[in-house]
Structures are given as structure tokens and as C-alpha cells.
């Protein structure tokens, strides 16, 4: 089958015509990939930063932002049909610890996961893949053009949840119903995570206010029309200080000295969730004092949140259909553009303002 392959740490990635074609197992279901979405990831593992082949393997099947269709279900399978439309999730358990034990994979403690087109597994960037219906999620036909963005969106929606459970633990000595009004929150990037973010606390009532270095791109359009407030910060953060300070900032823009103004933004009992994912290296003098106290004297909480299972998932299919139901076509035009998957070099290499969200598709899919 025809797939793309990259070696990582070598850099590049390479359109192949003969991978060869999973093979179906009792219990499992075979995919036909109908499209796959690109992302940092993605370039950083074209880029030769990370990703690692399946053991025993030099290259890996690039892609873990996926939509297809059911082609055939193994024996013993129950649940999926031909022609069922699905979305992949990208992690698989060590299958040792506690948490992967409770499909709750995303919170692996032994960081021996592996992760489909990342780590030690093949990904979607294929004709085809075979996987069992524990990590497949079905897809109604009425959301089958945007479905390619569940996987970035159950990113976001563990994120928001995060931040949520938080604030709710703060919300439980007051008496129910007393609190002042919505929540104020702050989403940091308008990458597809941060302009997902922004819609799905649009879609649950904040007041949100979204910030960037850019004017007038297709991101910030969209997010105006679902009532977000879109400041460009390029000339620093002083521009949201009329603002005031947020319960819930969700940051996905990976910049550790910007990590640390935004607790600056932070409200008293507010919340940072951090989903970017700074440079390694990334060494610079902070207020250390200054926050930390700021920390301590009002209960602010800083989390990091990474990939997501199964059952947020399913959150994202609801809130995708929240958003058409709210904003009409405005979720399909987070697809900036659609390129055959024969193209995944010049999709792998769009980036920039004009940007959200490049999807590969088959032709004729
Ligand atoms: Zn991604
Ligand atoms: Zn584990």
C-alpha cells in the first residue's frame, strides 16, 4: 500500500508505494484512511527531532490525526460494520501500570506507551490500518467533513477539563449558584489547539479572550465570529492588561519564558494549563520569588496536559456538533486547506498565519 515513511532522527520523509498492507487479526478492524491531518508533531518528527519505528523497524508510517472508514471487521468483532465511519486515538499502555490498566493511557506512569505515527507505532499517514474497536471512536455521517480534527480536539478537551475539575474543587465551599458571573478565560496560540480551545469555552459560556502575534488571520476571524476577543501581543503583553486577570488560561504555544508572564494573568484561584511543549533547553532568568509567592497567597494552580484517551474523544464529538449548532459552517473552515496525501511535503511544510489546519486526503476518498 502506498504510505508516507520517515527514519526518524534522520531528517525527511519518503512517499512509498509498497508498504505493506497491515494484516487483520481475530478482534480487530481494518481501515481504509480517508484523511489525516498535519501538525507540529509531524514536522518536528520530519525534522528528524523525535518519533521512533516500531521495534525492529528503521522507518515509521508518518500521521496520528486520522478519519476513515471501516473496510472490513475481523472475527469476533462486535459493534463496527462496513462502512462505519471512525477516528483513531493515538496512544496505546504500557499495559503495567494502574492508569493504563483503567484506559487512562494518557496518564501513563512508566512512560513505556507508545504512540501511533510518534512512537513505536505506525501511524495513519496510509492507505490503510488495522486496529481493535477499544481505540476506535465511530463518527456520525453528519460530521464526517470535520471529523479529521477530533484528535486535536481531544487534546484540547482534556486541557479544558483539567482547568475545569480545578476550579469546581474551588467552587464547592462557596454555596452553588453564588458565583458572579462566567468565568473569564485565556487561551494563549491560535494554532488549531488554541482555536479549539477558545471554541470549545465559547461552547460552555466563558468570556474568552485569545491572544497572538498576528492581525487579521483566518484564525482570529473565526474566533471573532464566535465572540472571541483576539488581541495580537506581538508588542507585548502590556496589550491585555486592560483586560484583567483569567480563572482559566489555556496556553498552546510551547514558549517557556511566555509560560511564566502568564501567571501575571492569572486570577486569584485561577488556573494555567500548559499543552505547548517547550524546547528542552530552554534556559532564562525568572521572577522565581515573585510568582511563586503570587502562587502560594492565592491558590493559583499550574498543570501540564499531554495527548488524551478515548473518553475525551467522545467529548469532542459533542462539542463538534455544538459548534455547528452554534457557528454553523465555521468548524469546517478550521480546514484551511486539503491536499492529496501524494503532497505531504508541501503539506508537512505549510505553516504560518494563514494557516490552521492542513488535511491530506486521498483523492477520490
Ligand atoms: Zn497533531
Ligand atoms: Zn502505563
Same mark, same amino acid.
Given at each position: ?5 520517515? #527514519?526518524?532522527? $534522520? ?18 478492524? =481494518? ?15 520530519? #525534522? ?6 516500531? /521495534?525492529?523497524?528503521?522507518?515509521? @508510517? ?21 462502512? !462505519? ?21 494518557? &496518564? ?7 504512540? =501511533?505515527? @510518534? ?21 456520525? =455521517? ?23 475539575? /480545578? ?13 458572579? +458571573?462566567?468565568?473569564?478565560? &485565556?487561551?494563549?496560540? $491560535? ?23 498576528? !492581525? ?6 473565526? &474566533? ?13 503583553? /502590556? ?7 483569567? /480563572? ?34 530552554? $534556559? ?14 492565592? *491558590? ?8 488524551? *484517551? ?24 478550521? @480546514? ?15 505553516? +504560518?498565519?494563514?494557516?490552521?489546519? $492542513?488535511? &491530506? ?5
Amino acid at each position: 500500500m502506498r504510505a508516507v515513511l520517515v #527514519s526518524p532522527p $534522520t531528517p525527511g520523509a519518503k512517499w512509498v508505494e509498497d508498504a505493506p498492507s497491515p494484516v487483520l487479526t481475530p478482534g480487530s478492524v =481494518r481501515v481504509g484512511v480517508l484523511e489525516c491531518g498535519v501538525c507540529g508533531t509531524d514536522r518536528d518528527i520530519v #525534522s528528524g527531532l523525535y518519533g521512533t519505528p516500531p /521495534q525492529g523497524q528503521t522507518s515509521l @508510517i508518518l500521521g496520528h490525526e486520522n478519519f476513515g472508514r471501516v473496510r472490513e471487521v475481523g472475527e469476533g468483532v462486535s459493534g463496527f460494520r462496513v462502512g !462505519d465511519y471512525v477516528v483513531a486515538t493515538v496512544r496505546r499502555g504500557c499495559g503495567r501500570c494502574h492508569m493504563c490498566q483503567n484506559n487512562s493511557s494518557d &496518564l501513563c506512569e512508566t512512560g513505556e506507551f507508545t504512540e =501511533r505515527g @510518534i512512537r513505536g507505532r505506525d501511524g495513519y499517514m496510509a492507505e490503510e490500518y488495522v486496529e481493535t474497536p477499544e481505540y476506535l471512536v465511530k463518527v456520525p =455521517r453528519s460530521l464526517r467533513d470535520i471529523a479529521v480534527l477530533m484528535e486535536p480536539l481531544s487534546v484540547v478537551e482534556k486541557a479544558v477539563l483539567m482547568g475545569e475539575r /480545578q476550579i469546581s474543587l474551588w467552587e464547592r465551599p462557596a454555596r452553588v449558584g453564588t458565583h458572579p +458571573g462566567p468565568y473569564r478565560a &485565556l487561551v494563549v496560540g $491560535t494554532g488549531a489547539v488554541g482555536l479549539l480551545a477558545g471554541l470549545v469555552l465559547r461552547a460552555e459560556g466563558y468570556d474568552v479572550v485569545a491572544i497572538d502575534r498576528h !492581525d487579521d488571520t483566518p484564525a482570529s476571524e473565526l &474566533l471573532t465570529r464566535a465572540g472571541v476577543r483576539h488581541i495580537n501581543v506581538a508588542e507585548g503583553m /502590556q496589550k491585555i492588561a486592560p483586560e484583567g486577570r483569567f /480563572q482559566l488560561i489555556v496556553e498552546a504555544a510551547g514558549s517557556p519564558q511566555l509560560d511564566f508572564e502568564l501567571f501575571r494573568s492569572l486570577s486569584p484561584n485561577g488556573v494555567l494549563v500548559l499543552t505547548g511543549i517547550p524546547p528542552a533547553g530552554a $534556559t532564562f532568568p525568572v521572577s522565581a520569588g515573585e510568582i511563586l509567592r503570587t502562587a502560594v497567597l492565592e *491558590n493559583q494552580v499550574m498543570a501540564g496536559s499531554v495527548n488524551a *484517551n478515548r473518553d475525551y474523544f467522545l467529548r469532542g464529538m459533542r462539542h463538534l456538533r455544538r459548534f455547528r449548532k452554534l457557528w454553523g459552517d465555521l468548524p469546517g473552515r478550521i @480546514i484551511t486547506a486539503r491536499r492529496p496525501f501524494s503532497e505531504f511535503g508541501e503539506a508537512v511544510a505549510a505553516k +504560518g498565519a494563514d494557516t490552521i489546519k $492542513t488535511v &491530506l486526503t486521498w483523492s477520490g476518498a
